[in-house]
């Protein structure tokens, strides 16, 4: 994901445990909302299989060379 930080980082309510990112409790509802949101798209973004990287054209010809 790529793009501006997140508002909900700049909270006091946000905590940036290593893999533990969360909310302290009594977290104003708009910082929760984003916060949900984001965590969402990266755990979307987690699941999405990758692309395979094209290869380029050396890579490509030095394949067929290597193959007679």
């Known amino acids: 994901m790529i793009g ?10 946000f905590v940036d445990d290593l893999f533990n990112w969360h ?3 009594g977290a104003p ?13 990266i755990e979307k973004d987690d699941s999405e299989p990758e692309k395979p990287v ?3 054209m050396t890579e490509q010809i030095n394949e067929m060379l290597n193959k007679s």
Request: proline content about 7%; cysteine-free.
């Open 23 to 25: 909310l302290k409790d």
């Open 29 to 41: 509802a708009e910082v929760v909302k984003e916060f949900n949101e984001y965590m969402a798209q």
């Open 54 to 56: 094209k290869k380029s």
């Open 4 to 13: 501006s930080r997140p508002k909900f980082m700049d909270s006091p309510y």
